[in-house]
């Protein structure tokens, strides 16, 4: 085994905290992980992990080594392909996060022919609900909607993506059309709450001089997923306030409608993130730019 090998390794035993993990995500034997990083520090001099029954965690040598083994791989296999015969063709694996909405009817549909033009690129793709630990789980990189809430992680702001309020068909004929604030007193919102028993923000809107308000409302129906919230609503459960790229298939084939479109909601940020790192792959770097041309058409240019 290389020693660009033994970082390699290393590498994904620190960012999964544990040695079964990194075998598992590297299709070794947990065996051969553990010799790879004792002959690693054997030949560094250092001890780069504590090792518990649990989990590993980094030793002071170990973050240091850590952010340049980073830096090193991906210079390394940039220095790789510079002769070969096809150097803008991208190879290795990525993986990248974002809502299951956002992958469903933006991503997955246009990532086939992205693929096509890059026959050696490998998508390992997280669509979910959950905000996953960018590094501890490996991942290049994650669409985020929202604040980015990480100081360890880089954010490359990609835009902002209007906000709109909509309900069901159904609960409209039953609620009626609201047309002003203060039609929203006989209404009912779905919730949204980050973590459950946190007070959930009300109904937002402009305020004439700038800035936007909170109106509280009342609403039988807390979420805790942005896939329930558009759900909830589907089901004529009550008013939400959604970022218009994750329902407007809804909106387009009559399953929701806008409300108070002359009164939204702030606009939310959307952003790239990538862990901390002088050097990025290539590889990712473009598949970040791609996904950057692929949001742009839904997402407001950020304010100058």
Not at 114 to 136: K, M, S, T
Not at 162 to 171: G, I, L, T
Not at 213 to 231: F, K, N, P, R, W
Not at 284 to 302: F, G, S
Request: aromatic share 6%; with cysteine.
């Amino acid at each position: 085994m290389d020693q660009l090998e033994q970082y390699r390794i290393f590498l994904r035993v620190a960012e999964l905290g544990g040695f079964t993990r990194a075998a598992n995500a590297l299709g070794l034997p947990k065996s051969s992980v553990s010799t790879a990083v004792r002959r690693l520090e054997a030949s560094l001099g250092a001890q780069l992990l504590h090792r518990t029954t649990r989990r590993v965690q980094l030793t002071r040598e170990g973050a240091l080594f850590l952010e340049r083994c980073r830096d090193l791989l991906g210079e390394a296999e940039e220095l790789q392909a510079l002769f070969r015969e096809e150097p803008r063709l991208l190879r290795g694996r990525v993986r990248v996060g974002m809502s299951g909405s956002m992958a469903a009817r933006l991503v997955l549909p246009r990532l086939g022919a992205f693929l096509q033009a890059h026959p050696g690129l490998e998508i390992e793709l997280g669509a979910g609900e959950r905000r996953v630990d960018v590094v501890r789980e490996g991942y290049d990189c994650v669409v985020r909607t929202g604040g980015v809430g990480d100081d360890s992680l880089v954010a490359r702001p990609l835009g902002l993506a209007p906000v709109v309020s909509c309900a069901s068909v159904d609960y409209l004929r039953r609620h009626g059309v609201p047309r002003s604030l203060a039609d929203l007193a006989g209404h009912r919102l779905v919730h949204f709450a980050g973590r459950f028993g946190q007070r959930p923000a009300g109904w937002e809107y402009p305020l004439p001089g700038g800035g936007y308000a909170s109106l509280e409302m009342a609403g039988a129906v807390t979420v805790d997923g942005g896939q329930a919230y558009v759900g909830a609503a589907l089901a004529g459960l009550g008013l939400i306030q959604v970022p218009r790229l994750g329902v407007q298939a809804a909106l387009e084939d009559g399953r929701l409608v806008e409300v108070l479109a002359d009164l939204p909601a702030e606009p939310m940020p959307v952003a790239l993130l990538y862990p901390q790192q002088r050097h990025l792959p290539r590889r990712v770097r473009e598949v970040m730019d791609w996904l950057a041309q692929v949001l742009a058409p839904y997402l407001l240019p950020l304010p100058r």
